[in-house]
């Protein structure tokens, strides 16, 4: 079955650590997406990638690094520039043009110990 | 600044009655609207997606685009107890490969 995987479920992170999180799609999806979610809010965008190789910055990148260098892969780094990382980390992937849909990986629960 | 709102509720309905969500936009450029299902803990379900004024029916479920109003709805027929949850509105601009922006959600109660 085709899908995206988000790795680990549940994540903590010691003060000043780096912190990867892993998004794996099998759509053959051009477009992924990283979105935050904090209790009570919507998502907001944290950066997004149309094709291999290019990425550009959503509303809140800063604290926030990114990579594409396979269609199927799209990993997030929270560096120790992101002040308050405890949130809840979702992917999606689309196709692009008039019939897309966007969709979500598991998420991943970060917490900063 | 593109913005979405919805009002957090929560919205208590009861069950088999119609729940209606409602959806504002600020963009006037955004092309097509989403409604997700997100169940606490979850990551969200694709409902519905709408791109064309006028009203699109998937089951129970019909959204309504007015795009003069900025005005997206949701509308659920027959509501059940399993369709308690927080309902997310978004919208994207054409293509909607730059990423949709998302409402804070409405919470749903269906009472039994």
């Known amino acids: 079955d085709g899908g995206i995987t988000q790795s680990p479920k549940y994540l903590f992170r010691k003060e000043g650590q780096n912190v990867t999180l892993s998004c794996e799609q099998n759509?053959?999806?051009?477009?992924m997406y990283w979105y935050r979610q904090d209790p009570g809010q919507g998502l907001r965008l944290i950066y997004y990638?149309?094709?291999?190789?290019?990425?550009q910055k959503g509303d809140i990148a800063e604290g926030y690094s990114v990579s594409r260098e396979k269609k199927e892969s799209f990993p997030l780094t929270v560096t120790s520039a992101q002040k308050n990382p405890t949130a809840f980390y979702l992917c999606?992937?689309?196709?692009?043009?008039?019939?897309?849909?966007?969709?979500f990986g598991s998420g991943t629960r970060l917490t900063v110990v | 600044q593109k913005e979405v709102e919805q009002n957090s509720g929560p919205l208590s309905v009861p069950e088999g009655a119609i729940a209606s969500l409602n959806c504002t936009y600020s963009?006037?450029?955004?092309?097509?609207f989403f409604w997700y299902r997100q169940y606490s803990g979850k990551s969200p379900e694709l409902i519905m997606f709408?791109?064309?004024?006028g009203d699109k029916e998937d089951g129970r479920f019909t959204a309504q685009l007015n795009k003069a109003s900025q005005y997206v709805s949701l509308l659920i027929r027959d509501s059940q107890p399993s369709d308690s949850a927080t309902y997310l509105c978004a919208a994207a601009g054409w293509g909607g490969a730059d990423g949709l922006t998302f409402g804070k959600g409405t919470h749903l109660i269906i009472q039994p």
């Open positions: 990638s149309q094709i291999v190789n290019d990425f």
């Open positions: 709408i791109y064309s004024n």
């Open positions: 999606a992937s689309s196709e692009t043009g008039e019939n897309y849909g966007y969709t």
């Open positions: 963009d006037r450029g955004s092309q097509s």
């Open positions: 759509l053959n999806h051009d477009a």
